[in-house]
């Protein structure tokens, strides 16, 4: 691996730079230069921009700034509209697309700028860029987009339908750092203090307008209500590159894009999309990073997510330094090899012994590899076929069968363990667990595994003879039908250990899962609900993983109709989204046979 720039300068700031606008707003800007003996250089130098809602003074981010002001690039680090020190009123998401690009397009005009920026942020910071980028501004000439956004509709803040109750917490811990809540110590005081209780309100919702916390910040709660109640996709969605920037792909800026994400995180799906796509569209380059991450940067530099332990490989060593290659290469021209390295790096989870390590985690292992493609070439798209007896195999199901059923009861939801969360730890850690009841994850009153539920369907192989690695993108195709108008069904596969000294029952390890909402099956842009009783089938779009499932294990699917707190608990009662105000048990049935035949498609990978 070839280095970059090495430290050469000293920085200095320029704090609070007011950057106008097309709308008249000033968004507040730090400008970190490269200096010697205490002034800075007249250069002209690249830039780097990252546009954030969290505070431009936080510490990382200013690290990351002398990091790269030090190695000669000019660092902007800017408040988003509406937060701390910018002006305007913040509304999630939805301007960074014109905003960003305004101040992409002031960055590069700067006299100490040679008239080419990058981007860099993860999460908001990398959805915002893929918003401003579909805005094409002048200036833009590289980008290293961490863990954002292709289409907060398709697989953010709503997931197939649902919503993703994640974005209802974020925006209670949002307006804990408000512009009024950090005027007004008392009001700051009463946020914190519901946040800290948020369990409370999750078994309150819906929201109601007026009726919550948040009504003291009304653009908060009423972007919060807006999220839990506008189902449909349409121009709310789809005419805001902030929410939608798949609709913009056309328009998206072509430069050098790398993109990093995790199979843990909560834009896993993103990630891979927006690889997809852009890497048909665009010369680019384009690149692919995925590891076995959950959300956020403190986490890459770890080995273990959740109650599972990657191995040591699976940590990266300096976030940074991967960034500075990058930045290197296409702003400076420096030979720094990353242009000839495959387009796509993947860790491929599993192989561990499965045995407990002194920190009391499952060593489930696995080991990086290259490939030119996503999804890989050499892919065998296997369909699994779910069976009466609870068997899961490559088999078409018997000509005759009944179907399965179970009672799903709203008041009564399967909770959450682990998976691709990005907020509210505390009440749904994020990451691979055993999935069983404990006392970590909100709505666990026991310590039973999930699959003892009689709301729980499990599919699952016979221990397998081989290694089965599974690569790729994850659809099931579930035929079932409700006596409800409107329902869920969910789905989750699932790498089950056998049982071994250090654990006696096994370990049911999550490694995707999904949702979908039934009065979306068939268009989400369009509500149609269910005749009660008649089998229909229903796509659920997983988020993709890399996966080696090893002799021994067996593969397991879970279906059932809900995933709490994660997912928004559907009444079953066809009232509109987010302003239930009852709840209906439904009685859904899950059919397995040759007329409908149940599966879930595994991008088997040879060898």
């Not at 704090?15 to 002209?44: E, F, K, Q, S």
């Not at 980028?133 to 200036?139: C, D, E, R, V």
């Not at 071994?500 to 099956?521: E, H, K, Q, V, W």
């Not at 067996?554 to 279906?559: E, Q, S, T």
Request: charged share 25%; proline share 9%; aromatic share 12%.
């Amino acid at each position: 691996m070839r280095a970059g720039s090495w430290q050469q300068y000293d920085w200095v700031r320029d704090g609070n730079v007011m950057v106008t606008l097309r709308d008249g707003v000033r968004v507040a800007t730090d400008i970190y230069r490269p200096a010697l003996g205490g002034a800075a250089l007249p250069g002209p130098f690249p830039a780097i921009m990252e546009r954030t809602p969290y505070n431009k003074t936080r510490g990382d981010l200013v690290s990351m700034a002398k990091y790269f002001a030090r190695r000669g690039y000019v660092v902007a680090l800017q408040d988003v509209r509406g937060r701390y020190a910018s002006e305007g009123e913040w509304y999630a998401f939805a301007d960074e697309g014109p905003d960003g690009a305004d101040a992409c397009e002031w960055l590069a005009a700067q006299p100490y700028c040679d008239g080419q920026a990058g981007t860099v942020g993860l999460s908001y910071g990398g959805s915002d860029q893929s918003a401003l980028a579909s805005l094409a501004p002048n200036g833009l000439a590289a980008m290293f987009v961490s863990e954002g956004q292709s289409n907060y509709h398709t697989s953010a803040m709503r997931q197939n339908g649902a919503l993703e109750q994640r974005f209802l917490i974020y925006a209670f811990e949002m307006a804990t750092s408000s512009r009024e809540a950090l005027a007004d110590k008392p009001l700051r005081l009463m946020l914190q203090k519901e946040r800290a209780r948020l369990g409370d309100w999750l078994r309150r919702l819906p929201l109601r307008e007026g009726q919550t916390p948040l009504r003291h910040i009304p653009a908060y709660e009423r972007w919060a209500i807006d999220i839990a109640t506008h189902g449909d996709y349409d121009a709310y969605w789809s005419d805001r590159p902030g929410y939608a920037a798949d609709e913009f792909y056309a328009q998206h800026k072509d430069v050098p894009l790398f993109l990093l994400g995790g199979w843990y995180d909560s834009y896993c799906r993103s990630t891979t999309d927006m690889y997809v796509a852009l890497s048909a569209m665009k010369r680019g380059p384009v690149k692919l990073l995925m590891g076995p991450w959950v959300h956020g940067v403190p986490t890459m530099a770890q080995p273990f997510h959740g109650d599972v332990e990657f191995g040591p490989d699976a940590a990266m060593d300096s976030y940074n330094d991967l960034r500075l290659r990058w930045f290197d290469r296409w702003l400076k021209g420096l030979a720094t090899g990353i242009d000839e390295e495959p387009p796509v790096r993947l860790f491929v989870m599993g192989g561990g012994d499965g045995r407990k390590t002194p920190e009391g985690r499952l060593n489930h292992g696995g080991a990086w590899r290259d490939e030119h493609r996503w999804p890989l070439a050499r892919t065998q798209w296997t369909p699994y076929y779910l069976h009466a007896d609870g068997a899961l195999t490559p088999d078409l199901p018997e000509t005759v069968s009944p179907p399965s059923g179970y009672t799903y009861d709203p008041r009564d939801p399967v909770p959450t363990i682990g998976g691709n969360i990005s907020v509210g730890y505390e009440l749904i850690p994020n990451g691979g667990y055993d999935q069983r009841a404990d006392p970590r994850f909100f709505g666990c009153v026991d310590s039973l595994p999930l699959s003892s539920r009689p709301d729980v369907l499990v599919f699952q192989t016979p221990p397998l003879e081989r290694d089965i690695e599974v690569t790729g993108p994850l659809v099931v195709r579930l035929h079932a039908a409700s006596s409800a108008i409107d329902t869920d069904f969910t789905a989750k596969l699932i790498d089950v250990y056998p049982p071994n000294p250090d654990y006696p029952d096994g370990f049911a390890l999550n490694l995707s899962d999904s949702i979908i909402r039934a009065r979306y099956r068939k268009d989400r842009g369009r509500a149609e609900f269910l005749t009660p009783g008649v089998p229909e089938e229903f796509e659920i779009v997983l988020y993709p993983t890399s996966n080696r499932f090893a002799a021994g294990h067996r593969i397991r699917l879970d279906i059932s109709s809900s995933n709490f707190p994660r997912f928004d608990v559907n009444p079953n009662t066809g009232e509109p989204l987010g302003r239930h105000r009852r709840t209906e048990p439904a009685q859904q049935s899950i059919y397995h046979d040759a007329a409908h035949p149940s599966h879930i498609v595994l991008p088997v990978i040879p060898g």
